[in-house]
Structures are given as C-alpha cells and as structure tokens.
C-alpha cells in the first residue's frame, strides 16, 4: 500500500513539471508497457495464446510488461487466469461483487493475488514456469522500470522520471484496474456470458482495446477483442501488422460476420 501511495504522490507532482518532452515519454511509455507490455504480452501472448512469434519477441514483450510494474509475467498471468476460470466468484482475485473499490484496487492489498502459492503457479501458469527467462524477470520485474528510470533522467532530469516512470504507471494501473472493475458494471453487452461482463468505449480507448470485455469474456482466446469497426482494437491493429511482416503466427481472431453466416447457414439448414 505505501509503494501505490507513494506513486500517486509522485504522480500528482509530476503533473505541476508538465513540459512536452515529458509528455512524449510518458505516451512512449505508456505505450510500451501498456500495450506492448500487457495488453500484447501479458493478456493476449503469455494468458491466452492468442497467437504465437519468435521466442525473441514473446520475451521483448514480457520486458515491456514488466514496466508497466503490475508484477512479473508469471504472478500477472496466474491472477488472470484465476480470474477467468472462476468468475465473480470467491475464488475470483478481484470480484465485482465484492465492491467496486475490491475488484478496482481493494484486492492488491489483501490476500495473496499478487503473490500466489508455487502450487498455484505451477497449476494455472505451468507453460510460463518452464521458461527461466520467464522467471527469472517474474522475480525481478522491478529492475526495468529502475533502468527506464535511468536514462529518462539522463534524458531530462527528474520532471521526466516524474512523468515517463510514475505518472505513467499510475495512469497505466487504473486503466488495467478500470477493465477488473468498470467494465463489470458499465456498458453494453453483445454475447449472454455467465458474467456481467460489458463492453466499454472509453475504457477500450485507454487500454488499447482491452476494454471490449464482454467480448473476450465470451471469446477469451481471441486475440482480437473489437469485433466490429467501431469497436477500435489497437492491441488487434498491431497484431495484424506484424502478422503482415511475419512476425506473428497462428494469429486468431473471432470473425463476427463469418460466425453470423455460419449460424445463419445451420439454422437454414
């Protein structure tokens, strides 16, 4: 709790050292960590294998994650695979049905969901164990943000680290925390899941895209979460273009308007 406070603390100065270059690193960051880092790396690679790349870039993107200092890849993936396989439970780390500050925040601070058990790790993240480097970033996940840290300071001294290292991840936690939270109770619903999981504009516009949550509720392997062209899905613009220059495969994307013909084919049928 006092390392989160802390940040905020940090977070609120770096608002009064405001210049440009601060902002263009705290957007390169934010950028980097979030999008790269969770939203490619952790949730829609490390979580759900929503596509497959080189072994170099699978790891590029767990460094990039790690900046975003939301716990190593192992801790981050366990949680959210926790979370998937038991829904607005008990067994659910952060439950909507516990409080919106529980499922926002509340849960970091309790329990053990960012430190789990071994015997929890080995039975919902096996696959990312057996990866040293894996492991050995999941235990040392803070050092990226230390040396970011470093050569945004030699950049422009410390109104840069303000923004690029603390400012930025306090943006990026609430924007992660704003899917584990918000979009459980706000926003539209296209699939009937067993959850209360919503679709939200806004929260998919600071998350690039993770905030279509009904939909990956109802299709966790996809790794396209914006179904349609209004539902923008930068995370899923990304993955498409480096699938173009061959250095993602397997990529798999659920086509709403094939999946309708298909339905519509069986009920002619």
Request: net charge positive.
């Amino acid at each position: 709790m006092f390392f989160v406070a802390l940040f905020h603390i940090f977070a609120i100065w770096a608002v009064f050292t405001f210049s440009w270059a601060n902002l263009v690193a705290l957007l390169a960051t934010w950028w980097i960590a979030g999008s790269w880092g969770i939203g490619l790396g952790y949730h829609r690679l490390y979580t759900h294998r929503g596509f497959k790349s080189p072994r170099w870039l699978e790891h590029f993107m767990a460094v990039c994650g790690t900046l975003a200092l939301q716990s190593g890849p192992i801790s981050w993936v366990t949680t959210h695979r926790l979370h998937h396989a038991f829904t607005e439970t008990d067994r659910d780390p952060h439950s909507p049905f516990n409080g919106i500050f529980w499922a926002h925040m509340g849960w970091i601070f309790r329990g053990t969901a960012q430190v789990q058990p071994q015997s929890v790790r080995e039975r919902y993240s096996p696959d990312l164990l057996r990866d040293p480097f894996l492991v050995f970033i999941d235990k040392y996940y803070y050092v990226t943000a230390i040396l970011v840290g470093g050569v945004l300071f030699a950049i422009g001294g410390w109104s840069m680290v303000l923004a690029g290292i603390f400012l930025r991840t306090v943006i990026g936690w609430h924007s992660t925390w704003l899917v584990n939270s918000a979009t459980h109770l706000w926003g539209s619903r296209r699939f009937d899941t067993r959850d209360t999981s919503r679709n939200n504009a806004l929260i998919a516009a600071i998350t690039f895209g993770e905030g279509w949550h009904n939909n990956h509720h109802a299709i966790p392997r996809s790794a396209r979460h914006g179904l349609t062209a209004a539902e923008v899905d930068v995370n899923w613009i990304q993955l498409k273009a480096l699938e173009k220059v061959g250095l993602v495969k397997e990529l798999y994307g659920y086509d709403i308007k094939a999946e309708a013909a298909k339905d519509a084919m069986k009920k002619a049928a």
